[in-house]
């Protein structure tokens, strides 16, 4: 059975830092890793998509990379701002049979204080 | 265009009452999934649709727990009997076909008193 863990579990910082999320599973034979925001109380906002073939996607301050045979993933966030604070959830799919089922880590609760 | 949309937003209700949850998939997505939030967890897979049928319902945690396409287009997620566990956001994605992007609407909190 996958297993999504993200590393650390919140994380504050203040305003204008670089700084990394980390997002580890246990089956390294995954279709694509997707990266999602969410805000307190609100649904998820897609941020990057990882196809299982590519190494790392790029969005503004955002980059994603995807180590699959070592089963991690990395969020990058350049010159953090206030409006970055949210929930950061690391969601892979599967390779296999029933690869639209998504597992989601715990998510990682960013503050970043102006 | 229009997002995935679900109503109501939250919802209260007693112990041992019914509750429907619905679910309005974007335009045109054959594909659509109910996963459940807990408080400090990742969203879980509870069942998956493609078109009116239930290709995949082993997430649903047991037969209090039942959810309906019939056009293939709204879904309604259905609560029996509900409890204090049911507690949760309910979270409803769609995508073109199974093998596409998910994309999720913004969820419905239930509270279960």
């Known amino acids: 059975k996958q297993e999504v863990t993200q590393i650390p579990a919140a994380l504050s910082v203040p305003e204008g830092e670089n700084l990394v999320l980390n997002c580890s599973f246990t089956?390294?034979?995954?279709?694509?890793l997707q990266w999602f925001r969410q805000d307190p109380g609100k649904g998820l906002t897609s941020l990057l998509l990882i196809q299982s073939s590519q190494r790392e996607q790029t969005s503004g301050r955002l980059n994603a990379s995807l180590d699959k045979s070592s089963g991690r993933s990395t969020l990058y966030i350049a010159a953090s701002q206030p409006g970055d604070s949210a929930t950061y959830l690391c969601a892979v799919r599967p390779g296999g049979g029933s690869n639209y089922k998504l597992t989601f880590g715990k998510g990682t609760l960013l503050t970043v204080n102006p | 265009g229009a997002g995935v949309s679900q109503t109501p937003s939250n919802k209260v209700t007693e112990k041992g009452k019914y509750v429907e949850l619905r679910c309005d998939p974007i335009s045109g997505h054959t594909a659509l999934y109910w996963y459940r939030q807990s408080l400090g967890q990742g969203p879980e897979f509870l069942i998956y649709f493609q078109g009116t049928g239930a290709a995949d319902d082993s997430g649903l945690p047991n037969d209090r727990f039942f959810a309906v396409r019939p056009e293939g287009s709204v879904s309604t997620l259905k609560i029996q009997r509900t409890e204090r566990g049911d507690s949760a956001v309910y979270l409803c994605?769609?995508?073109?076909?199974?093998?596409?992007?998910?994309?999720f609407g913004p969820g419905t909190r239930l509270t279960v008193l």
């Open positions: 994605a769609s995508g073109l076909n199974s093998y596409n992007e998910q994309f």
């Open positions: 089956d390294s034979a995954i279709y694509n």
